[in-house]
C-alpha cells in the first residue's frame, strides 16, 4: 500500500514539476528571471529519512528513468543524479539527528546542488550556454526561493507517507 501512495504522490509532483515549467522564465524587474522546483526530488530526499533509505532508492531509480525518457535530452543524468544524493542524503543523516532545520537545510543544499550538478553537465556538453553568473543569479537562488516554499508541504506528504506504513505494520 505505501509503495502505491508513494507512487502516486511521486506522479503528481512529477507533473507538478513539469506543469510549473510552463510558468518559467517570469520577467522580473525586466529581467528573465527562472523558477524550477524540483519537489519530485525534495519528496525523494525525505522518502530516505521517513520511508527508509531502501524504498528511497528504489523510487529514485523508477522516478530518474522516467524523467531521463519524459525528457530525453541526455540519458542518465536524472537516475544517476538521484540516487547519489539519495546516498549523499542518507550519509548526512548518520551525522545530522532529524532535527527540521537540520534537515530542511540539508534538503535544500542537495537539491541546489542537483540542480548545479544537472546545470554543469549540460554545460560542459554543450547543451545550454547560460554564463554561471546568469545561472546562479537568475536561476538557482529563485529555485531554491520556490523550492524552500514547497519544502514544509513536501516535509507534510513524506510524514503522512511514512504514517501509512506505520499504520500498515500496526494493522498486520
Request: no cysteine; hydrophobic share 65%.
Amino acid at each position: 500500500m505505501q509503495t502505491i501512495v508513494i507512487f502516486i504522490i511521486g506522479i503528481l509532483l512529477m507533473y507538478t514539476d513539469m506543469a510549473f515549467t510552463g510558468f518559467s522564465p517570469m520577467m522580473v524587474f525586466g529581467v528573465e528571471v527562472y523558477f524550477v522546483p524540483k519537489l519530485l526530488f525534495m519528496y525523494i530526499l525525505l522518502l530516505t529519512i521517513y520511508a527508509g533509505p531502501g524504498i528511497s532508492m528504489f523510487f529514485a531509480a523508477v522516478f530518474g528513468i522516467m524523467l531521463d525518457v519524459y525528457i530525453g535530452s541526455l540519458y542518465g543524468v536524472h537516475i544517476f543524479g538521484f540516487i547519489a544524493f539519495v546516498v549523499f542524503m542518507q550519509a548526512a543523516f548518520r551525522v545530522f539527528y532529524r532535527d527540521f532545520v537540520a534537515m530542511a537545510f540539508v534538503v535544500l543544499l542537495n537539491t541546489f546542488l542537483f540542480d548545479l550538478y544537472q546545470y554543469a553537465i549540460y554545460r560542459v556538453l554543450d547543451f545550454i550556454a547560460m554564463p554561471f553568473f546568469d545561472y546562479i543569479a537568475l536561476r538557482a537562488i529563485p529555485s531554491v526561493l520556490v523550492n524552500a516554499l514547497f519544502f514544509v508541504i513536501l516535509y507534510v506528504l513524506a510524514i503522512q507517507t511514512a504514517k501509512v506504513r506505520k499504520e500498515l505494520r500496526r494493522i498486520n
